[in-house]
């Protein structure tokens, strides 16, 4: 994520900034990313600060701050620098992406969906936007607008697992359980140590009427050390074997 601020901040200093405050604000500038990078976030954000205090006009150091203080957990104060990035460059993407991010963290899914949604109107070839967007739409009980994204995720990367994961989560919050083991299926297909993708079969197939199959699904996901299925199994597993 702080690539993008590196190559903004190049930029912006080559042509905004005037060179007698351009050092001092590269200086500091610099030593965020550098802070940030070592994941001291505290410090980053007290050198994107001072950045900030010589030129208060520049978004690219209240994005890179807002990226800082996302990392640190501190929600409400990176959405208030997003806000202020896009308050000055309403046009770039990644600070509505972050902004939304960082209302999903807070709970806050209806607008994160909204962020996500205007930073596909920049660019919507990005498929982690239409992931994090399927993501806060599952929190708000739109499984079907959740499943259309993930869909899309899939569609443009086959390969990756937690979007098939997530795709039969929605699917099972909706009843499909049919649908809900396909996807997983093919997520074990690609991870076969999928402890998520056991445990979710293995309710699906219970809850489709296939308990046998549904138990070794759970026990699998007890192997890999999910910590809740020691009681699904005992509560609907300590069955006499199938008659052959």
């Keep these: 994520m702080m690539k993008r601020c590196i190559l903004l901040a190049y930029m912006a200093f080559a042509i905004a900034l005037p060179y007698a405050c351009g050092q001092s604000v590269e200086y500091y500038f610099n030593q965020g990313l550098a802070k940030h990078s070592q994941k001291d976030y505290g410090g980053a954000i007290a050198d994107f600060t001072r950045a900030i205090e010589l030129n208060p006009g520049n978004s ?6 807002g990226l800082s203080r996302l990392e640190a957990k501190d929600y409400k104060g990176a959405i208030k620098d997003f806000d202020k990035a896009i ?10 992406f972050y902004r939304a991010l960082a209302k999903h963290n807070q709970g806050d899914y209806g607008n994160a969906v909204r962020d996500f949604t205007k930073a596909l109107e920049f660019d919507a070839q990005k498929t982690e936007t239409y992931f994090r967007r399927g993501a806060s739409r599952h929190q708000l009980r739109d499984y079907r607008g959740a499943i259309a994204d993930f869909d899309r995720v899939i569609a443009d990367d086959g390969q990756r697992v937690e979007a098939f994961v997530s795709q039969a989560q929605s699917r099972y919050a909706m009843s499909d359980f049919h649908g809900a083991i396909f996807d997983l299926d093919a997520a074990l297909n690609l ?6 993708a056991f445990y979710l079969r293995g309710m699906a197939k219970i809850r489709a009427g296939k308990l046998y199959d549904g138990c070794d699904d759970l026990r699998q996901a007890d192997l890999l050390g999910h910590p809740e299925t020691k009681n699904l199994i005992r509560d609907y597993c300590n069955l006499p074997e199938p008659q052959k």
């Excluded at 991870?191 to 998520?196: F, L, R």
């Design 87 to 96: 308050s000055i460059n309403p046009g770039y993407e990644p600070s509505y």
């Design 60 to 65: 690219v150091a209240y994005h890179c701050r």
């Design 191 to 196: 991870d076969a140590s999928n402890v998520d």
